[in-house]
Structure formats: C-alpha cells, structure tokens
C-alpha cells in the first residue's frame, strides 16, 4: 500500500505537468487580488494556496520581495498569461524519505506569507518549516520584474524565458508549478525513470518515455478523458489496468486497454517491468 501510495504521487506529478489548477473556491483578500483554493487533479492535491492579481491596465513593473528563502529553497518566475499567479508551498521531505515514508509531503505556506498589494508581491519563508519551500510565480507577459532577495536587488528585467532562483543563483526555471513541485522534491529536474524500493517491483517511468507497439482502439465520450495507471510486464505485455479518472469504466473499455502492448522497457542493459500513467482522450 505504501509503494502504490508514492508511486501514483510520483506518477500524478509526470503526468500533470502542463497542467491547470482546478478552482475549488474563491476568497476576497485586499490589494486588487483574490485568494483561490486549488488543486492540480480530483485525485491528487499538490498545491493548496493561489493567489491571482488582476490588473486593468496591466501593471508595467510588478516587484516581487523575498525574505528569508534558504540556499536549497526554489524559486521561480515565468512571463506568460495576462494574470500574475503564485503558488507557494513546501515539501517537507527527499526522494530517500519518500520511499521510506510513501507519498509525497507537500503543503501549502500559510496565507499570511504571502501577500499581494497593488503592484508589490511579498514572500516571508516561515522560519519554523523545515523544508524545501518552493514559490513558483507566474507575472503577465512582457511585464518588467524587479526582484528583491533579503533587501538586496538580483533582478530587474522582462522575464521572457523562466528563471530560477536556488543556492543564491539565476537559472533556467521549469515550465509550470507542477515541476517546480518536483525540483523542489527532487532536487533538480525531475527523473523519467524511478527504482522501485526493492527489485521485485516495477519501475515509475514517465509515459513519453514508452514505446506502444499495439494500441486497440477505445470508445471515450466527446470532450471527456482517461486516467489511467499501467503496469508493464517486462515483455511488454500489460499486467493490470487501473482507472483513476473515471474511478471505473466500463468492462469492454478496461478490456481493450489491458491488450494493448508496449515495446519491452529497456533500462541498463535489461528488460524491466513498469508502472505508468496515461492521459487518453
């Protein structure tokens, strides 16, 4: 229970990057801004606090004022949209713990650390966490940031590609908060492939790093979607089906995904069983 429970977390964050929240209410707070609770899937809640700043007309220079982030904190800014959006939070554990402990331990900062007043975003890190906190803050397109780290100035420019700031420096940022989730638990960018805790079990790959060899055709209704969890046999063969959006399907859906067959996953020089999601339209 406790390997499935880390691997659809992990398996949740490959397949939910790109991403949009799901809007699960609103709450009015001052400044022009509103406070929105909001997750990335029905299934999975990674990210629990947003704030989005509606501006007409859009403001020309936002300043973002972050206090208190540690070196192996993660911060990241991207120009896109014509909103400016934060989500802030922080995970509390590494890939070591989480395979020990199962799921991933992510939770939103409290509101009172982040605020928006007119043009002016300020971040305070709570000095009683212990984690990597991660604020990923998405400002609109071609406007100008001016970002301030403990009082002193680091930046101050139109963000055209995301940047990231971790361990006191400027780098290439990730594309969406769903990776700045996984950066900041992994440390990095986040791994394709994952080991299972002991050998006997599949491998956590991400779908796009599969080959299908026999697809059968699946009837889904306009404008709706699968979920679905795979595991692989080393063969390529599919072991078992599970459907997490809808929470069942109808048996001659299931019946059809459970022949499809992939070209056998090869990782260090053998062939490997493996657990994947998929998103089927």
Same mark, same amino acid.
């Given at each position: 229970?406790?390997?499935?429970?880390?691997?659809?977390?992990?398996?949740?964050?490959?397949?939910?990057?790109?991403?949009?929240?799901?809007?699960l209410?609103?709450t009015?707070?001052?400044?022009?801004? *509103?406070?929105?609770?909001?997750r990335?899937?029905?299934?999975?809640?990674?990210l629990n606090?947003?704030v !989005?700043?509606?501006?007409?007309?859009?403001?020309?220079?936002?300043?973002? #004022?972050?206090?208190?982030?540690?070196?192996?904190?993660? &911060?990241? $800014?991207?120009g896109?949209g014509?909103?400016?959006?934060?989500? +802030?939070?922080?995970?509390?554990? %590494?890939?070591?713990?989480?395979l020990?402990?199962?799921?991933?331990?992510?939770?939103?900062?409290?509101?009172?650390?982040?605020?928006?007043?007119?043009?002016?975003v300020s971040?305070? %890190? =709570?000095?009683?966490?212990?984690? $990597?906190?991660f604020v990923?803050?998405?400002?609109?397109?071609? !406007? *100008?940031?001016h970002?301030?780290?403990?009082?002193?100035? &680091?930046? #101050?420019a *139109?963000?055209?590609?995301?940047i990231?700031?971790?361990?006191? +420096?400027?780098?290439?940022?990730?594309?969406?908060? +769903?990776? !700045?989730?996984?950066? +900041?638990?992994?440390?990095?960018?986040a791994?394709?492939?994952?080991? =299972? =805790?002991?050998?006997?079990?599949?491998?956590?790959?991400?779908?796009?790093?599969?080959? $299908? #060899?026999? %697809?059968?055709?699946?009837?889904? =209704?306009?404008?709706? #979607?699968?979920?679905?969890?795979?595991v692989?046999?080393?063969d390529?063969?599919?072991?078992?089906?599970?459907?997490?959006?809808?929470?069942?399907?109808a048996?001659?859906?299931?019946?059809?995904?459970?022949?499809?067959?992939?070209?056998?996953?090869?990782?260090?020089?053998?062939?490997?069983?493996?657990?994947?999601?998929?998103l089927?339209?």
């Amino acid at each position: 229970m406790r390997d499935r429970a880390f691997a659809l977390s992990v398996l949740c964050l490959f397949l939910l990057w790109g991403s949009e929240g799901i809007s699960l209410g609103q709450t009015p707070s001052g400044g022009g801004a *509103r406070e929105e609770i909001v997750r990335f899937s029905r299934f999975y809640p990674l990210l629990n606090r947003r704030v !989005t700043f509606d501006a007409r007309p859009r403001p020309r220079e936002i300043l973002v #004022r972050i206090d208190g982030l540690r070196l192996d904190d993660v &911060l990241v $800014i991207r120009g896109q949209g014509e909103v400016l959006s934060i989500w +802030a939070g922080y995970a509390s554990g %590494r890939l070591g713990d989480l395979l020990q402990r199962g799921g991933l331990d992510v939770h939103p900062l409290p509101s009172s650390c982040v605020r928006v007043e007119g043009t002016t975003v300020s971040v305070r %890190r =709570p000095e009683e966490i212990e984690g $990597i906190v991660f604020v990923d803050l998405q400002v609109p397109k071609d !406007t *100008r940031v001016h970002l301030v780290r403990d009082g002193q100035t &680091l930046l #101050r420019a *139109r963000v055209s590609e995301p940047i990231a700031l971790r361990e006191g +420096a400027l780098a290439p940022g990730s594309r969406n908060p +769903a990776e !700045t989730v996984l950066r +900041a638990v992994f440390g990095g960018n986040a791994p394709d492939v994952l080991r =299972p =805790p002991s050998p006997d079990q599949p491998y956590i790959v991400s779908f796009h790093r599969l080959t $299908i #060899r026999k %697809r059968v055709p699946v009837s889904i =209704p306009r404008g709706e #979607r699968l979920v679905v969890l795979f595991v692989i046999n080393a063969d390529g063969t599919v072991a078992q089906v599970v459907s997490l959006e809808p929470e069942t399907v109808a048996p001659e859906v299931e019946q059809a995904l459970r022949q499809w067959e992939f070209e056998p996953f090869v990782y260090e020089g053998r062939a490997v069983s493996v657990k994947t999601l998929a998103l089927i339209r």
